[in-house]
Structure formats: structure tokens, C-alpha cells
């Protein structure tokens, strides 16, 4: 099992740039997650999945959309690329609810709004 | 005030030392608590849970929480070069809901010197 693969690994963006962070999993998890990490603060939700078409949002959702077409993808779409939005973005994904406190972590990608 | 509360250090030791980790938090309803391991540019791995109170052991590891005192801690016995990492502690209420949402702390770094 690859586990949670995330692409790319590295993005440059200029300011009011889109683009789509894509994040995919191979171990049939229903729940997806994304979370953006700044230095000293932790990870933050952005936007949360427990199935294909089912998506809500984390605690911060703004500038930021996502949808959940399979089980397997669920990519994180930035319209309007802003300097805030510089972090690293992580996605998660966990298998049932009565396990849902064990998350595996992607390798994260690194982002940088110019 | 945030949730969850976590001295970021950075903390250096020398290899064999014991490693003491702490999170302080805010919301009496958190239940889970978990300690996520992260190395430098990778994603965050689960090293350690705990349900409501108590202590739990891993090896070198071992887990309490306090919850009168809204109080956790690792503690890394014998500590190895290769436990240098950010060592993040995280927390979640048991909700009705399917999906556990985690609340972070903002990471410890620990740098074991050999």
C-alpha cells in the first residue's frame, strides 16, 4: 500500500493564481481530511470528507473548496491564491469512526503564494 | 486563550535522557488524546492514544493524561538520536458525528544529542 499520496510536493504561486492539491488513498478509508500547518501553530482544519459526495467544512474553510467524486481522491481546490494561504497542506485519512483518532498523514505539500 | 496549549521548546537532550512532553487544554468534553510524531518535512505519524484518563505504556513511551488537571504528558524513557522529531500532541470529543475532529497542539521539537 502506497497509504495517502499527495501531489506535487512543491508549488510556487503568484497571487490570484488557482490550482488543486491533490491527495489520493489506497486503504478504502471513508474519512478524508485536510489540515494546513503553519510554523508554531499547530495544524488546522481546513475541510473534512466521510465519503464520496458527503465534504463540510473544518475550522478554516475561507479561500479554500474541496469535493469528493471517489473514495480513493480528494483534492483541495485554492481559487484566488493570497499570501495567507503560504503553509504546508497535509491530508489525512482514517477508517471507521470507532478509529477515526488514528489518522495517517500524507507527506504534505509545500506551498508558497508570491 | 487556545484550546490546547504546547511549549514549542525547541528542547535538546543528550541521548539517554528522559524526555518529559507536556499539553495543557481547555475544553472539559475532549475524551481522546493522542500523541502524533512528526520528523522534519514529513507528515505527522500517530505514536500514541489514551481514552479519558490514566496511563498507557509503548516501549519507551508512556502516555498520561490528567483530565481534573486538563493535563497530558509523554515521557520517553532512554531517549535515542532517532527520537529527534516535532512530537505533536492532539485531542478529540466523542461526538455523534462520524468523523473525529482532531484539535492540535502546536508541536514540541526535540533534538536528542548523541
Known amino acids: 500500500n502506497a497509504g495517502v499520496t499527495q501531489t506535487p510536493k512543491f508549488r510556487i504561486l503568484k497571487i490570484g493564481q488557482s490550482m488543486t492539491l491533490q491527495c489520493a488513498q489506497d486503504?478504502?478509508?471513508?474519512?478524508m481530511y485536510w489540515y494546513r500547518q503553519d510554523p508554531g501553530m499547530g495544524l488546522k482544519l481546513i475541510y473534512y470528507s466521510v465519503g464520496a459526495g458527503i465534504t463540510d467544512k473544518g475550522e478554516v474553510p475561507n479561500g479554500y473548496n474541496v469535493s469528493r467524486s471517489t473514495t480513493e481522491d480528494f483534492p483541495l481546490r485554492l481559487e484566488l491564491a493570497a499570501p495567507s494561504q503560504t503553509s504546508v497542506y497535509f491530508c489525512a485519512s482514517s477508517p471507521h469512526p470507532g478509529q477515526s483518532y488514528e489518522q495517517y498523514f500524507g507527506p504534505g505539500t509545500r506551498l508558497t503564494v508570491t | 486563550q487556545k484550546e490546547v496549549e504546547q511549549d514549542p521548546g525547541p528542547l535538546s537532550v543528550p541521548e539517554g535522557a528522559i524526555v518529559s512532553l507536556n499539553c495543557t487544554y481547555s475544553?472539559?468534553?475532549?475524551?481522546?488524546f493522542m500523541w502524533y510524531r512528526q520528523y522534519s518535512r514529513k507528515g505527522p505519524e500517530l505514536l500514541m492514544y489514551?481514552?479519558?484518563?490514566g496511563n498507557k505504556e509503548d516501549g519507551r513511551f508512556t502516555a498520561q493524561v490528567d483530565k481534573s488537571s486538563k493535563y497530558i504528558s509523554l515521557f520517553i524513557r532512554d531517549s535515542q538520536p532517532s527520537d529527534s522529531a516535532t512530537y505533536l500532541c492532539?485531542?478529540?470529543?466523542?461526538?455523534?458525528?462520524?468523523?473525529?475532529?482532531?484539535?492540535f497542539g502546536s508541536g514540541t521539537q526535540l533534538t536528542v544529542l548523541p
Open positions: 486503504m478504502n478509508h471513508n474519512y
Open positions: 492532539a485531542m478529540s470529543v466523542i461526538s455523534s458525528g462520524s468523523a473525529r475532529q482532531l484539535t
Open positions: 475544553n472539559s468534553a475532549f475524551q481522546y
Open positions: 489514551t481514552y479519558s484518563s
